[in-house]
């Protein structure tokens, strides 16, 4: 899997990716980094690569052929490689996202900055407009980093067993259910008696009515194309109920 990123700030992404899981994944070969300068395509000696905006405006914005002529690099022979341009205004990423990434074998990013981009540039390479949220970051090289971390945690072999990802948070269309380590006891708060009782059926069930509960808590909009077994549900009102009981005798 190889991620090329078009970018102003080569070690900005760097520094965020040579460690932890997704450095040990590039010194194994299993992804490759590779980082265009955009300005080894400047349009002049002075290594210009962007200018004030048609109609006006405040800042500056990049320009057309320094960055097609950076994709073109990145793209080689191939006639198409996905392309993600990292904007405020594309949709939103999310776990499935990041899983798609994972089934490709090159992804190009290109990291704005200034105010943006000239938009026939983005029409040209016909690139994806995706954003990390509805907030403003200086450069896409961040945003950049974010994705392809949770991208290459999804690529075989990374994680030293499948199970680690498998189980995480959205991987099944829920958050992931509360953790506890020892002691048992901490502070007079207890963890879940079943959690120490080594029965397995039990525990998973606890587990999963443990995330559900989460979801329904944090984001429910998660539950809404996510069927819950009518028990589940039953279960988990009888506990909520029985919390009710304990809090207001």
Not at 70 to 99: C, K, N, Y
Not at 176 to 193: I, K
Not at 208 to 232: A, C, F, G, N, Y
């Amino acid at each position: 899997m190889r991620f090329s990123v078009l970018t102003l700030f080569p070690q900005q992404l760097l520094g965020a990716l040579n460690h932890s899981i997704s450095g040990r994944a590039l010194d194994q070969g299993l992804i490759e980094l590779e980082t265009i300068q955009i300005r080894d395509y400047a349009v002049n000696d002075y290594g210009q690569v962007d200018d004030a905006p048609y109609g006006g405006g405040r800042g500056m914005v990049m320009m057309c052929e320094p960055l097609y002529q950076a994709w073109l690099a990145a793209r080689g022979e191939q006639d198409h490689v996905r392309t993600i341009v990292l904007s405020p205004a594309g949709r939103v990423f999310d776990q499935a996202m990041a899983r798609s990434f994972a089934e490709e074998e090159q992804i190009i990013f290109v990291c704005g900055h200034y105010e943006g981009m000239d938009q026939r540039v983005i029409e040209e390479i016909q690139a994806e407009e995706v954003s990390l949220g509805d907030f403003i970051l200086t450069g896409g090289e961040l945003a950049a980093a974010v994705m392809i971390d949770a991208a290459c945690r999804l690529i075989p072999g990374v994680l030293p067993h499948q199970e680690a990802w498998e189980l995480e948070s959205f991987s099944d269309g829920l958050l992931e259910w509360p953790q506890y380590t020892r002691p048992s006891l901490w502070r007079d708060r207890e963890v879940p008696a079943v959690l120490l009782s080594g029965h397995e059926a039990k525990i998973k069930l606890e587990r999963h009515l443990m995330q559900v509960w989460e979801t329904l808590k944090k984001k429910p909009w998660l539950l809404k194309d996510r069927p819950i077994e009518p028990s589940v549900w039953k279960l988990l009102a009888q506990r909520i109920q029985d919390q009710r009981d304990v809090e207001d005798p």
